[in-house]
């Protein structure tokens, strides 16, 4: 299945416009903006769009990647730069095969064009993708979402259909990873393993695990009720601490 194609806070109405023709050659067709800082239905975008007006008609405006991605169980994100994580960037070939294979919806994420992707927003993707060049490594970003919709529309040939139901097994979906490693960061916040100053590296470390776990729904229910389970837990055993201690202090004034 070809991906959504979300854009993070685009400048340029020109490059909406274009990155709409784009799609429309290589046979996409959902876009997603992510906080525009353009309008991506001005007089501009539509005149570079040509004949993929319809493209931009329909175009998604949301406010958060956490949107963006809804339903969504792989996500690959672009970037130029190392970010000194647990994550190592990769060429296009391998993230791609293994994004198109999937049969549920999936999305690759561009950022903006004087910044690219932050670290925060490159985590919500299990794999990240740069495009070699030359000594010059600045692309503009329509550029960049051409060469990613070309690679993704001849790789898409090489997937025999039906490859990914073969299984049976549904992928958990990455918003719903987010929000299960929040829970569980707050746990281990309050139990001492996380703490305020290596929350943020750690947590990274504890997503790269469970991205390359390829969880499955069912997995990542286990795994949240664990935490729903110790979490039970660790409230019962404050209430008996704050009842013991209310107890020994009625015990002391009897006195």
Known sequence: MLPRIVLVETQGALNVGSIARVMMNFGFNNLILVNPRCDPQSEDAFKMATHAKEILTNAKIVQSLEIALQNCTRVVATTAQERHRNRQLEGPELPFKWLVQSSTPNAIIFGAEDRGLSNEELEWAQRWVRISTGPYQTLNLAQTVAICCYEL?????????????????????????????????????????????????????????????????NDLALLEGIVSQNNWALHTKQQNNHKNLLDQDGQDTDR
């Open 153 to 217: 529309f001849g790789v898409q040939d090489q997937i025999p259909e039906n490859l990914s139901k073969k299984t049976g097994v549904q992928e958990a979906k990455i918003d719903r990873i987010n929000q299960f490693l929040e829970r569980w960061a707050d746990q281990l916040q309050q139990v001492g393993f996380l703490h305020s100053h290596t929350r943020t590296e750690r947590t990274a470390k504890l997503r790269s695990i469970l991205y390359r776990s390829a969880l499955s729904q």
